[in-house]
């Protein structure tokens, strides 16, 4: 399935398993204008999702050296003031309770959290940022534990359970590191 060009009042969109088209092809993939950058959709990628606000996109690839021992991750995309950027992330470094977007994408990726509604929580999350960069640091667990009550308030059971299955996932692989 593919959701693209959610994209108003700020909402990303995302690239799913149908590969993208477009004329301007690079390194990345398939580009799309947004916010005066060109960003990159990778369709290769694990995990690929752009920013409408701020501009900034975040492509996850696993790292050739990539072993359950040694769980690296690349994050690729463009910041928000069009500069390509390269990272890498171990996952089992990471603290989801202060950590940047582009770790949390990644360690989201290793968990194996790559389903349409797992985007939108990873949306859900980035948008709770309110335009910050894809680099600074937040504590994702505070934000998903309250995204979790506020479906629990609202009635929305199917709601407080992705979140619940989402918190645990990422708390376990972290917890056994």
């Given at each position: 399935?593919?959701?693209?060009?959610?994209?108003?009042?700020?909402?990303?969109a995302w690239?799913?398993?149908?590969?993208?088209?477009?004329?301007?092809?690079?390194?990345?993939?398939?580009?799309?204008?947004?916010?005066?950058?060109?960003?990159?959709?990778a369709?290769?990628?694990?995990?690929?999702?752009?920013?409408?606000?701020?501009?900034e996109?975040?492509?996850?690839?696993?790292?050739?050296?990539?072993?359950?021992?040694?769980?690296?991750?690349?994050?690729?995309?463009?910041?928000?003031n069009?500069?390509?950027?390269?990272?890498?992330?171990d996952?089992?470094?990471?603290?989801?309770?202060?950590?940047?977007?582009?770790?949390?994408?990644?360690?989201?990726?290793h968990?194996?959290?790559?389903?349409?509604?797992?985007?939108?929580?990873?949306?859900?999350?980035?948008?709770?940022m309110?335009?910050?960069s894809?680099?600074?640091?937040?504590?994702y667990?505070?934000?998903?534990?309250?995204?979790?009550?506020?479906?629990?308030?609202?009635?929305?059971?199917?709601?407080?359970?992705?979140?619940?299955?989402?918190?645990?996932?990422?708390?376990?692989?972290?917890?056994?590191?």
């Amino acid at each position: 399935m593919n959701v693209n060009g959610i994209g108003t009042a700020g909402y990303p969109a995302w690239q799913g398993t149908r590969k993208a088209e477009s004329n301007e092809k690079d390194n990345f993939g398939a580009n799309v204008k947004a916010t005066g950058n060109v960003v990159h959709i990778a369709p290769d990628a694990l995990f690929s999702i752009y920013d409408a606000k701020t501009g900034e996109s975040a492509n996850v690839y696993r790292a050739d050296d990539y072993s359950e021992e040694n769980p690296f991750y690349i994050v690729k995309g463009m910041d928000k003031n069009g500069n390509e950027y390269e990272q890498m992330v171990d996952v089992s470094k990471v603290n989801p309770n202060s950590c940047s977007y582009m770790e949390l994408l990644a360690l989201n990726a290793h968990t194996g959290n790559k389903s349409d509604s797992n985007f939108m929580t990873m949306s859900i999350l980035k948008d709770k940022m309110d335009g910050t960069s894809y680099q600074e640091k937040a504590d994702y667990m505070a934000m998903a534990h309250e995204l979790m009550n506020d479906m629990k308030t609202l009635g929305d059971w199917d709601g407080y359970l992705r979140y619940g299955k989402w918190i645990n996932d990422i708390l376990t692989f972290c917890k056994s590191k």
